[in-house]
């Protein structure tokens, strides 16, 4: 198997594309994808200050390290959700990552810790709440990620959500219609009122195979484990559904994502439209400032129930 681009010996084939690439070519293809992402689904400009949210894993790292690559000024947060046995290893990841790569480039490692902040890990916050880990844990990610790109002046706000991802959280909210979460699926959510960072999603065009090829191909040294409390849930079972199909069937993922994106960009449920929606239910939180459509946000709803839980 020879590389498509340059005819050396390949270390990648990728069906959906009918190509092959040798390591050199697939790094550039690999830049290629994001930075054409980038422009297309107007992300950002060379100007902006980027906040990627970073857990550890391969994806959001290879996307601060591409982001650096590709020149941009890509600082980074990690939220230290306190799991035993897990938060240790991926803050060590990223803070290697951090002092290796990134801040020889002049960026920036900002970390929460979700043990000292909010005064409980993660587990034991959702069990004062009474709520799901995931769910617990998505509202503070939320919550403090937006908080830091406000408060800190970034432009925008990046996740290393991958194609997988996309089209496995496609498939759930197709499936359970949701159409509120389909209006708002897109790999550019615009800062829809004043406290609310823009938001994007600059590697929806790579897949998660994609994505570790490129990490271990640029020597990025990432926690392979998944997050020991995905466990089980509906996305592991969606991505696998949607793994059996693109083995039958190369090519599904991408059709079955870029084929609602199409029809979204042409379609009268752009996530622009949704900003006026927005902007018209949202006003600052009584606690914290931040908009909601409550009298207080989900955030100080939760931890106000935390800490009587507490006392
Ligand atoms: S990190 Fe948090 Fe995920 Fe772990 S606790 Fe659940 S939501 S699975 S993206
Ligand atoms: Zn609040």
């Known amino acids: 198997m020879n590389c498509t681009k340059c005819k050396t010996k390949a270390v990648i084939d990728l069906p959906r594309h009918n190509a092959a690439f040798c390591q050199p070519c697939f790094t550039t293809y690999v830049h290629d994808q994001t930075a054409y992402a980038i422009k297309h689904a107007r992300m950002f400009g060379p100007d902006d200050r980027i906040l990627v949210a970073v857990s550890g894993g391969k994806d959001s790292l290879a996307l601060w390290d591409i982001l650096l690559k590709l020149g941009y000024k890509a600082d980074a947060l990690y939220v230290d959700l306190g799991i035993p046995g897990y938060s240790a290893k991926s803050r060590e990841k990223v803070e290697r990552f951090a002092e290796a790569i990134a801040r020889p480039k002049g960026a920036t490692l900002h970390t929460h810790t979700v043990q000292e902040e909010e005064g409980a890990g993660i587990k034991e916050l959702s069990n004062l709440v009474h709520r799901p880990t995931c769910a617990t844990c998505g509202t503070i990610k939320r919550y403090q990620f937006n908080k830091t790109a406000v408060d800190q002046d970034y432009d925008v706000m990046a996740t290393g959500h991958n194609l997988d991802d996309e089209a496995a959280r496609l498939l759930g909210n197709v499936l359970?219609?949701?159409?509120?979460?389909?209006?708002?699926?897109?790999?550019?959510?615009?800062?829809?009122?004043?406290?609310?960072?823009?938001?994007?999603?600059?590697?929806?065009?790579?897949?998660?195979?994609?994505?570790?090829?490129?990490?271990?191909?640029?020597?990025?040294?990432?926690?392979?484990?998944?997050?020991?409390?995905?466990?089980?849930s509906k996305m592991l079972l969606y991505k696998e559904a949607l793994n059996r199909l693109e083995t039958d069937s190369p090519g599904t993922k991408h059709r079955f994502y870029f084929g609602f994106l199409d029809k979204q960009e042409r379609g009268a449920t752009a996530p622009q439209s949704m900003a006026d929606k927005d902007r018209a239910s949202l006003h600052p939180c009584a606690a914290c400032g931040q908009p909601t459509t409550g009298e207080t946000c989900s955030y100080c709803k939760m931890m106000a129930r935390a800490s009587a839980a507490k006392s």
């Open 176 to 232: 359970h219609w949701q159409e509120e979460y389909l209006d708002k699926q897109s790999p550019t959510l615009p800062a829809s009122v004043e406290g609310f960072a823009k938001k994007v999603k600059p590697l929806y065009r790579l897949s998660e195979r994609e994505l570790a090829a490129y990490a271990v191909l640029n020597k990025i040294d990432y926690i392979v484990e998944e997050c020991p409390m995905a466990k089980g």
